[in-house]
């Protein structure tokens, strides 16, 4: 079996649980072995045998000294039982393999790890096999790579747990990169701790979909868990990966320890090519003219599978059909524009005596004909993050009609106005946006990452040249700064979703206001924090092709923890434009890489024929049957928010032209 150790600077809190032991056992023997990027091993032999030790970055431990044995096997009854090698191989400098066989209800089981430290960074690799001469039912083999410490960890694993005390999950499925981040609340020392993604892991058609991940801070070490029945006949493995930072800040660490984690596994980007972006963005236009999800005097339905007009969304709709309208001089984007603008205005609360003055709701059901804010009814209440999302473009179609056509339509931009006010009052006393503003909104007030507000801020100060927004847009980044990028917690995006869910899209939005600050004031340190944001959102993306799915998997991530897929889109985000922008300020091609392929992903998920040509499917694979009885199923079809998106991209950014 093959384990990587990637460690780097975390922060911690504690939780309850049940495992290992702090520095069991009086040392015998000690053999170090010594990297070059600073890491050191100390392999331990205690009176029951080796143990992995203790790994030393530029002299500090990192976690407690593991000397009960190699790996761990847990049975349900409770019983737990040490593998203690007996002989131990130096094999170099930098590694040594340690082995030795037991007796476990009567069957034979035999083992081997090899510790080895990787040239030029702080990495190492264990690896571990085991045989059994019979059938061994019952038992789990755990694998940690550190004991408990008495220090607070903590951790974040997409998309199950962020800046999370205790984390527990019996079945691995969507985890994109598979590995864990476990940090110091400090961010002294952060870790990568996962499998090695030249495995096939967690495929689902083998015993390795039985893989587990356990934590708890203070009482038990980070484990990867695999479960039996193990049988006679076959080599078990299951190849892992630590990587450590000392960065001290969680940008440093980030940005140290995806750049080791891609140099250690010579991650590359697979090309696809599936249309040109002209190619693409003509197939989106003619479903668009002829769609029936186009509701005349309203604006377009989201999708086929829900019949709402989503209200936050209909202002950006406007804005690209006017690009088109300004491209090829069709006045039919022009009229379809105008009428979704005019719509949004009757969707907005105007009472002077309303405490929720000037927001919008949130989508407009198109069978009883009202607006309404519940969001599929699992999260209901205003939303100011989409508020501001609509404010932002409300401003950005006036601003470009008017200097278009010489038009003011001063009803559009006193309305946007009224939009940010609402959500510069509903401000958090931590600085932060609550997800949810209304009635049931119990436990729904806490503040999240709001990126779409982040974006649409600056800007909205831009065109409105108002200095009262200065100030907002300040304790929006430091709570940002504070809650969000300090202890790796990105919340809020989804809004059909619980306050508190990891999720990787606001993480976009984030990386586009640090590039948009960057742009305009060459803030190098805002560079940074973009860039660190990408790679944070590069873990939770497949870095590869699983062999049992048909569809494109390398770089999808799972939508969210309530309906496990892997999608590509951008929601709400500008992803493509974001690494495309990274490229050209960092002078990286892995960024303009990355772009591509997530564009072309896009460009799969497009129907080309047919009475749904244009529109995009939500999801590229199901690759554990996560929502569906088929892992290379689409699931539903976008005419909105997800096309929006990637076409909006392509129209900003010159990459196609409507013809």
């Given at each position: ?21 702090v520095g069991h056992g009086t040392v ?9 990027g600073g890491l050191c091993w100390k ?532 992803k493509i434009a974001c690494l495309r ?79």
């Open positions: 079996m093959t384990v990587a150790l990637i460690l780097a600077t975390v922060c911690a809190p504690a939780a309850p649980g049940g495992g290992s032991r015998r023997e000690t053999i170090v072995l010594s990297g070059d392999l331990q032999r205690t009176d029951a045998g080796w143990a992995l030790g203790q790994a030393v970055l530029f002299g500090r431990p990192v976690g407690g000294p593991l000397r009960d044995g190699l790996m761990l096997l847990r049975n349900g009854d409770g019983r737990q039982l040490w593998l203690a090698a007996d002989t131990v191989t130096r094999i170099d400098a930098r590694s040594a393999r340690l082995s030795g066989s037991t007796r476990v209800d009567g069957v034979g089981l035999r083992f081997e790890v090899e510790v080895s430290l990787e040239p030029g960074m702080a990495a190492a690799s264990i690896r571990a096999t085991w045989e059994v001469d019979g059938v061994l039912d019952g038992w789990e083999v755990c694998l940690p790579y550190r004991d408990v410490d008495g220090a607070e960890w903590r951790c974040t694993l997409y998309p199950f747990a962020a800046d999370a005390p205790e984390v527990r999950v019996p079945r691995l499925t969507y985890v994109g990169v598979p590995g864990a981040l476990i940090f110091r609340p400090d961010m002294s020392l952060v870790a990568l701790y996962g499998i090695d993604p030249a495995s096939d892991y967690l495929d689902p058609t083998s015993w390795t979909s039985n893989t587990g991940f356990h934590f708890a801070s203070e009482v038990e070490a980070e484990q990867f868990r695999l479960g039996g029945p193990f049988s006679p006949g076959t080599t078990y493995s299951l190849p892992l990966q630590v990587l450590i930072s000392d960065a001290g800040s969680a940008t440093g660490a980030i940005r140290a320890l995806v750049r080791d984690w891609m140099r250690l596994n010579d991650y590359t980007v697979q090309p696809l090519q599936v249309r040109t972006p002209n190619e693409a963005l003509a197939l989106f236009v003619e479903g668009r003219r002829r769609t029936a999800l186009w509701y005349p005097g309203k604006g377009y339905r989201i999708q086929d599978a829900w019949a709402v007009i989503y209200m936050p969304e209909v202002p950006g709709n406007a804005y690209l059909d006017y690009l088109l309208y300004e491209q090829t001089g069709d006045t039919v984007w022009r009229q379809r524009a105008f009428e979704a603008m005019d719509f949004v205005l009757t969707a907005q609360h105007t009472d002077p005596a309303d405490p929720n003055r000037g927001a919008i709701e949130s989508h407009y059901d198109l069978e009883p004909g009202i607006f309404a804010s519940t969001d599929r009814g699992g999260n209901p209440g205003l939303k100011p993050d989409m508020n501001a999302m609509a404010a932002r473009y409300m401003l950005t179609v006036w601003q470009r009609v008017r200097e278009h056509e010489g038009l003011d339509r001063r009803d559009w931009y006193d309305a946007a106005v009224r939009i940010a006010g609402w959500v510069v009052r509903v401000q958090n006393p931590d600085g932060g946006l609550p997800q949810v503003v209304g009635s049931p909104h119990e436990g729904r007030t806490q503040s999240v990452v709001s990126g779409r507000a982040l974006v649409a801020f600056p800007i909205i100060r831009r065109i409105t040249r108002d200095a009262k927004y200065d100030a907002f847009i300040k304790d929006l980044e430091r709570f940002l700064r504070e809650h969000a990028e300090d202890c790796f917690r990105y919340t809020g995006a989804h809004t059909d979703l619980p306050p508190e869910d990891l999720e990787a899209d606001s993480v976009w939005q984030v990386t586009e206001y640090w590039l948009n600050k960057h742009e305009w004031t060459r803030d190098k340190d805002a560079l940074k924090h973009a860039e660190a944001n990408a790679l944070f959102a590069f873990l939770m993306w497949c870095p590869k092709q699983l062999s049992w799915v048909r569809n494109p998997t390398q770089t999808c991530h799972a939508e969210q923890q309530h309906y496990l897929q892997y999608s590509n889109y951008c929601y709400t985000n500008a922008r990274l490229a050209a300020f960092t002078g990286d091609a892995l960024y303009q890489e990355l772009a591509d392929r997530v564009m072309q992903c896009g460009f799969w998920a497009q129907e080309t024929e047919g009475e749904y040509i244009g529109w995009q499917y939500e999801r590229m694979s199901d690759p554990w049957k996560g929502v569906s009885d088929d892992i290379d199923s689409k699931g539903t079809r976008y005419m909105s928010e997800l096309a929006l998106e990637l076409h909006l991209q392509l129209l900003e950014t010159g990459l196609a032209r409507a013809e």
